[in-house]
């Protein structure tokens, strides 16, 4: 084999690897930047000890009871007792829209809440912070890409995620919108609404 073969074999590889990089980052999300919010009244709530019950949720709909779920009436596996959702959602005139989904998590103790806490950090890798049982994630905000079939083009869709631990409770909020100058302020008027409700079962 000539040296030009040789050569010629390395750069057929490094251009192959090349496009192999390209086509991966091609088909990933966007990721846009930091979030523009403030978590402060969760991240600073504090309990004394873990959560008996939450009890009622003003605006939320409770879907596990006692580790049932209650459309389904299938039993949890992973120690959740207890679960509300709630979903804000408005839409525009020419398909823009926000929204903003809440679930609150009561797990039956601290390991098993943070185990599901773990498993969600790992599944969107994303770093933990904070510490113990008063953790927390905050993702980029990504702008979504079509499937396969829409040739991965980049979407009008926005995307962050929040996640706290907080003792043996978890608390998500995820937000989708088509505009990220819209509705600037309404997740941090949810969070600080969270942060009221669930001091006074402290």
Request: proline residues 2%; glycine residues 6%.
């Amino acid at each position: 084999m000539t040296y030009h073969d040789v050569l010629y074999k390395r750069l057929s590889l490094i251009i192959f690897f090349f496009l192999i990089i390209l086509a991966f980052v091609s088909c990933s999300d966007k990721v846009i930047g930091p979030q523009t919010v403030d978590i402060t009244p969760i991240r600073n709530l504090t309990f004394t000890k873990p959560i008996t019950s939450i009890g009622t949720m003003e605006g939320f709909k409770k879907t596990v009871e006692n580790g049932i779920y209650l459309e389904s009436k299938a039993k949890d596996t992973e120690g959740l007792k207890e679960a509300f959702q709630y979903n804000f959602r408005v839409d525009y005139p020419g398909y823009d829209y926000t929204v903003i989904w809440v679930g609150i998590e009561n797990y039956g103790n601290l390991e098993k809440a943070g185990a599901a806490f773990d498993r969600f950090a790992l599944d969107a890798k994303l770093k933990p912070q904070g510490s113990d049982d008063n953790r927390y994630l905050i993702s980029q905000v990504i702008q979504l890409r079509t499937n396969l079939e829409g040739g991965y083009r980049l979407t009008k869709s926005f995307r962050s995620k929040l996640v706290f631990q907080k003792k043996n409770l978890l608390i998500y909020i995820n937000e989708d919108k088509s505009d990220l100058k819209k509705d600037i302020t309404w997740k941090n008027e949810i969070i600080r609404n969270i942060a009221k409700s669930l001091s006074s079962i402290n």
